[in-house]
């Protein structure tokens, strides 16, 4: 069993930067692969970023790419998502995710893929 708390959403203006933060509970982090998602009000969840359990691998929706760093540190079990240059279209809850799997190179972008999730946190971008 894992549990994912995300941390450091808020309200921003659009050109600004966030950190999101996801901790891990237990022992097996570097067990899992990683993945970012977003909600934004009316609209179903869709992917953001994704990493590898090494983190050697990313992938990010083209909406954020450029934009958008996912990163992990194992020692610390936890998962970043870095945000610049945000925009209003941005705001949403985000979620981070956690998939156990035995390839080291594995990641995904499919929400069915994904064994944990966490509560969530707002991210506001204001125009």
């Known amino acids: 069993q894992v549990q994912l708390v995300e941390s450091g959403g808020g309200l921003v203006q659009a050109g600004g930067s966030l950190r999101l933060s996801c901790a891990a509970s237990?022992?097996?982090?570097?067990?899992?692969?990683m993945g970012w998602f977003r909600q934004a009000p009316g609209k179903e969840r869709e992917f953001v970023a994704a990493i590898s359990r090494s983190g050697s691998i990313t992938y990010y929706s083209d909406s954020v790419k450029g934009r958008f760093t996912i990163s992990r540190d194992n020692a610390k079990n936890t998962v970043y998502l870095q945000m610049n240059s945000l925009k209003p279209e941005d705001t949403a809850v985000y979620f981070c995710?956690?998939?156990?799997?035995?390839?080291?190179?594995?990641?995904?972008?499919?929400?069915?893929?994904?064994?944990?999730w966490g509560q969530g946190t707002q991210v506001t971008v204001s125009s």
């Open positions: 995710a956690a998939r156990r799997t035995y390839l080291t190179g594995s990641y995904s972008s499919s929400e069915s893929e994904y064994d944990y």
């Open positions: 237990g022992r097996t982090f570097s067990s899992y692969a």
